[in-house]
């Protein structure tokens, strides 16, 4: 999959907005350009080096929304990575596209690409 651009998010811990995952990078939001590289997502926020690594063998859901992190996204869905990691369940929100369909089809495809994996 060739860089694309998007927006992170952030990543909420056991589905509670309010409660941010800090560790590994993930806490700092911002747009950047993100990609699939093997079994991992990619996704580097401009102005930093290290792009942030999410593992899809521990993804367990792909969901949609119009909300995620505290963060509305002004009428375009965000896709949300549900995944285990540290005995903890985070989801990861991200902005790849600016339409509803474009986003159902992308986590669609996003699944496929997971399940393929598992």
Do not use: C, N
């Amino acid at each position: 999959m060739e860089r694309r651009r998007g927006h992170y998010l952030g990543t909420e811990v056991d589905g509670v907005w309010y409660r941010r995952y800090r560790k590994d990078g993930l806490f700092a939001r911002g747009l950047g350009e993100y990609w699939l590289d093997g079994d991992l997502l990619r996704f580097r926020r401009y102005l930093t080096r290290t792009p942030l690594g999410i593992p899809l063998r521990r993804v367990r859901a792909v969901e949609t929304g119009a909300w995620h992190s505290g963060r509305w996204v002004a009428g375009v869905r965000a896709t949300k990575l549900v995944w285990e990691h540290d005995g903890k369940l985070l989801s990861s929100g991200f902005v790849f596209t600016r339409t509803a369909s474009e986003a159902a089809e992308q986590a669609r495809e996003l699944q496929d690409h997971i399940a393929r994996l598992h």
